[in-house]
Structures are given as structure tokens and as C-alpha cells.
């Protein structure tokens, strides 16, 4: 099992900004890649966020927040990051990191099914 933990949810208002993170230990970090995705209330799928490869050269966006977000990652603090501005209501939603041993492009790691470990989610609440 690769363990890993987000924070840095919370209840933020309609064009506010979070800051979210993941940390990962127990795994040599560097070798995978790291997605975010989110589960609105009601629904069964996580939907694809950011993404991006194991040495950062690569970042890819969902075009639900593409413009909004940013993803970045700290290889030494074995840490990925996912900053978020002018959140909306619709943005609402558990927040997940999860991580894959990386052979594929980032781009092609958009679908919940290609990552085999998560971590419990982080709430982000967007009021209006």
C-alpha cells in the first residue's frame, strides 16, 4: 500500500482560493505519478482534476478547472500540491490525491481506473 494523506480543505467562499496537499510516505515518491480528483455530492465517479508525471515536466487539467488550478509537487518533501482560485459553488466536492507507478504520459492518466492508490479525500466546501 502506498499511504497517502490530503489536507487543506475547508468551507471557502464563491472566488476564494485553497491550497491543498498530498502526502505520500512508505514509496520511492519521485517514481510516480500524482492525480487529483474530485467526487461531487451525489455522484459515483470521481472526476479527473490535474495531473502531473513523476519529475513535473509534465501537468495535464481537467477543462473544468483548466485556468483555475495549478499542480506542483516536492519531490524531496515527498508532497504534491494543488492550488485552486476562484472557486465556485460547483466545485464542491472530496478531493482525492492518488498515485501511480509512472509509465504512461500524464495525459493518459485521467480515468480513476489507471491509479491503484488513494488517499481518504479532503473536503472542499465553495459557498455561494
Known amino acids: 500500500q502506498v499511504p497517502l494523506v490530503e489536507s487543506g480543505g475547508g468551507l471557502v467562499q464563491d472566488g476564494g482560493s485553497l491550497s491543498l496537499s498530498c502526502v505520500a510516505s512508505?514509496?520511492?515518491?519521485?517514481?510516480?505519478?500524482v492525480g487529483w480528483f474530485r467526487q461531487a455530492p451525489g455522484r459515483n465517479e470521481r472526476e479527473f482534476v490535474a495531473?502531473?508525471?513523476?519529475?513535473?515536466?509534465?501537468?495535464h487539467y481537467g477543462d473544468s478547472v483548466k485556468g483555475r488550478c495549478t499542480i506542483s509537487r516536492d519531490n524531496a518533501q515527498n508532497t504534491v500540491y494543488l492550488q485552486m482560485n476562484n472557486l465556485k459553488p460547483e466545485d464542491t466536492a472530496v478531493y482525492f490525491c492518488?498515485?501511480?507507478?509512472?509509465?504512461?504520459?500524464?495525459?493518459?492518466?485521467?480515468?480513476?481506473?489507471?491509479?491503484?492508490?488513494w488517499g481518504q479525500g479532503t473536503q472542499v466546501t465553495v459557498s455561494s
Open positions: 492518488a498515485a501511480v507507478a509512472q509509465w504512461r504520459p500524464v495525459h493518459e492518466l485521467t480515468t480513476q481506473d489507471r491509479y491503484p492508490y
Open positions: 495531473g502531473i508525471s513523476r519529475n513535473s515536466a509534465s501537468v
Open positions: 512508505g514509496l520511492t515518491f519521485s517514481s510516480y505519478a
